[in-house]
């Protein structure tokens, strides 16, 4: 699981210093079974953790915001506690004493944290990071204020499982802009809006979530009729995901928010009663081709870099686990033009320059080929690694003198394929990871690749 410090991360969207980050794209699901959260991982579904075991008592709504916090709040406390997003350690504690059981949480770019109040009639508003009191907003409208959300405009979005309505508001001038799914909902509590300011409302009375446009309120469908025991929190991820909580059922649903189609279930076993969820916002997305690989893709950690443009100073570092298909994503807030590598542990580095993240956006495309044959991980494929395979010659995982990096091709032995695969890149070398004057093997820098120009380009201009 992540080791990151958020603080770290935050620190160095400002200072470009270097940190070290462990973390893939997550999803946390407030477990009211055991007063816990609850972490998985946002591809596999596989569970990443519990968290805020022994601070929570009754937590409901859960938020992500794209420094790495995650705001829980706490139903019978009234209060509001900020974790670590990426290890879990709490942070600290607020709102006690302007709280009436809190339901649903956001929180916006500006780390501002808005909170349905149920047992007021109001969503009440705090600065996330020092906890200081901003105010309520929305008042007078919502007999149960249930579900609160964002859209990327500024609107927010209140869903009232009394009154069965979900009303929008100007977030800024907090001014009220109508409401949505009047006739429609009858009993809203989970509501989220996607990447595509698509607005999603779980009707508890109904059992399903009803979409409907964020930009005039038209209704635009149903999903998930039927599937959950019983309903409770939405959340949609940056890929139009939509993922429901089945309190009753002890899972999280996941569907495609355009056609509606079931995409599995996340936490069967391990999530006992979900309440809200929040998913990832904001980072990067693309691919990973591991070339002339024959092993299961994700089992390699491949480690991507954040670099200040034209230079090795890397700002943020994430090791991430592939998909099946080689696809991989993380959270960053980093904003501004950057260059991002990608090293796995027998493959060369490659970097793809200039890449402009928003942070407020997944930034997708970043798609690499790593060429394989670095059997001792320095970035440059000579001498060194056909000795390496030399030592593993024809050895297996029993073999004592085994190196599963020895085994290029990741058949499961080490032989004359691997030994091919080192010959046919032979002298190639990867984008630099250090500055010149250390680097281990100057004499290998790529000279006279003929197929890989990308690399010989960065060669070039770093
Ligand atoms: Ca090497
Ligand atoms: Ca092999």
Not at 276 to 282: D, E, L, Q, R, S
Not at 345 to 362: D, P
Not at 381 to 392: E, K, T, V
Request: aromatic share 12%.
């Amino acid at each position: 699981m992540a080791t990151i410090a958020w603080r770290a991360a935050a620190l160095a969207a400002c200072l470009g210093v270097a940190v070290s980050a462990v973390t893939a794209a997550d999803i946390y699901v407030t477990d009211l079974g055991d007063s816990t959260v609850k972490v998985f991982d946002q591809f596999t579904g596989a569970y990443g953790g519990t968290w805020g075991a022994g601070f929570l008592t009754t937590p409901t709504g859960i938020a992500l915001d794209n420094l790495g916090n995650l705001f829980v709040a706490d139903y019978s406390k009234g209060t509001v506690f900020r974790f670590n997003a990426f290890n879990g350690n709490y942070e600290g504690s607020f709102g006690t004493g302007f709280l009436n059981g809190p339901y649903g949480l956001a929180v916006d770019l500006n780390e501002v944290v808005y909170v349905a109040n149920s047992g007021g009639d109001d969503v009440v508003r705090f600065n996330g990071l020092t906890g200081d009191y901003m105010g309520a907003i929305a008042t007078g409208f919502a007999q149960f204020p249930a579900g609160v959300a964002l859209d990327q405009t500024g609107g927010l979005y209140l869903s009232d499982a009394f009154g069965g309505l979900v009303f929008r508001f100007n977030s800024e001038n907090e001014l009220y802009l109508g409401y949505l799914a009047g006739g429609f909902a009858l009993e809203p509590i989970g509501v989220s809006v996607d990447p595509n300011g698509v607005v999603d409302v779980y009707d508890a009375a109904n059992n399903q979530i009803l979409k409907f446009k964020s930009t005039n309120g038209l209704y635009k469908g149903t999903l998930g009729s039927g599937f959950a025991v019983s309903g409770f929190g939405v959340a949609s991820d940056q890929n139009a995901v939509e993922y429901l909580a089945d309190i009753d059922g002890g899972v999280v649903d996941l569907f495609d928010n355009e056609t509606g189609r079931y995409m599995g279930q996340y936490g069967k076993g391990t999530v006992i009663r979900p309440a809200f969820i929040a998913a990832p916002a904001a980072g990067l997305a693309g691919a990973v081709i591991l070339q002339s690989y024959l092993g299961d893709v994700t089992q390699v950690p491949v480690t991507i870099e954040i670099r200040n443009p034209g230079t090795t100073t890397v700002v943020q570092s994430v090791t991430v686990h592939l998909s099946p298909s080689g696809t991989f994503q993380f959270s960053s807030a980093l904003a501004g033009t950057y260059d991002v590598a990608a090293k796995a542990s027998h493959w060369l580095r490659q970097r793809i320059s200039n890449v402009v993240l928003t942070g407020t956006t997944y930034v997708t495309g970043l798609d690499f080929s790593l060429i394989n044959g670095d059997v001792n991980g320095d970035n440059t494929i000579n001498l060194a690694d056909l000795i390496a395979i030399s030592a593993a010659w024809r050895s297996t995982p029993t073999s004592a003198n085994w190196n599963p990096n020895a085994d290029v091709n990741g058949d499961g032995v080490v032989n004359l394929a691997d030994w091919i695969i080192v010959a046919q890149n032979w002298r190639k070398s990867g984008d630099p990871w250090r500055p010149r004057a250390e680097a281990v093997w100057p004499g290998d820098r790529v000279t006279r690749c003929m197929t890989c120009s990308f690399e010989l380009t960065n060669q070039l201009t770093n």
